[in-house]
């Protein structure tokens, strides 16, 4: 296996900040509902939307 330069780094970067974004979104997500429950997040998302 040969070492791996510049731009396979930056491709590999790439490709593994797709699924750090989701992992990470999931997290938020959770905190949000086990600190504030369900019925509050879900308000707050379609307020927001509702903003847009």
Do not use: F, N, Q, W
């Amino acid at each position: 296996m040969g070492a791996l330069g510049i731009p396979e780094l930056i491709a590999l970067v790439a490709i593994l900040a797709i699924p750090v974004s989701i992992v990470a979104g999931g997290v938020v997500y959770t905190v949000r509902v086990a600190r504030r429950g369900i019925d509050a997040t879900l308000a707050g998302a379609t307020r927001r939307r509702e903003l847009a």
